[in-house]
């Protein structure tokens, strides 16, 4: 295995050509004061897969694409939950 930095987080946007954008939670505690800190950060990941909106995915950390990309969508953890279709009138 390497030694490369690998995260999960959710897909916030697909709309770019083979790039989305990657919503990484990070849940702590303060060092100082003890309170439970939430931090959300947003990366930009090359991606082969056709990730959709809503999915988990495992990025991997990698040489930069480009000036903001320097990750790459590895897997998909959790597909999106796709709404149910709902027929009204009958």
Same mark, same amino acid.
């Given at each position: ?6 995260? !999960? ?5 697909? =709309?770019? @050509? ?16 003890? =309170? ?10 090359? @991606? ?5 909106? #809503? @999915?988990?995915?495992?990025?991997? +950390?990698?040489?930069? !694409?480009?000036? +903001? ?19 009204? #009138? +009958?």
């Amino acid at each position: 295995m390497n030694n490369r930095r690998r995260l !999960i987080g959710v897909v916030t946007s697909n =709309k770019m @050509d083979k790039t989305v954008v990657v919503e990484i939670t990070r849940t702590y505690r303060h060092p100082i004061y003890r =309170k439970v800190v939430h931090s959300t950060s947003k990366l930009k990941a090359h @991606d082969e897969l056709n990730c959709q909106v #809503g @999915d988990q995915v495992q990025i991997v +950390e990698c040489a930069p !694409i480009s000036r +903001e990309k320097s990750f790459v969508v590895e897997s998909i953890v959790k597909p999106a939950v796709a709404p149910a279709e709902t027929t009204e #009138g +009958e």
